[in-house]
């Protein structure tokens, strides 16, 4: 999988609706910590906390209109769970962390 265009921010397909904005943030805010947690998984080489943390990403990135990162998600838990090399593995981390460092809360400025 290649990453498209890895300096872009992705906002929230739904960071314009004022009902949803204060949870699309939230999910924002919470992003480090979600990558700190999968890289305390690659540093411990676990591999089955890895996959899971991919799992529930890949759904909840969905959910709250970062669709973009479900591909990334569902490659790693993939290899996390078809035992994929350590390098694979650690390749696909790396993806999944690149993108979601892109996410931004709110909608995109439009200025022409």
Known sequence: MTIQS???PLY?????DPDLAEIVEMFVDEMPDRIES???CVDKNDWDGLGRIAHQLKGAAGSYGFGQITPYAAQLEHDCRSQASDEAMIASFRELAVVCRRIRGGAPSTKY
């Open 6 to 8: 890895s300096s872009e």
């Open 12 to 16: 929230s397909e739904l960071g314009d």
């Open 38 to 40: 999968m890289l305390n």
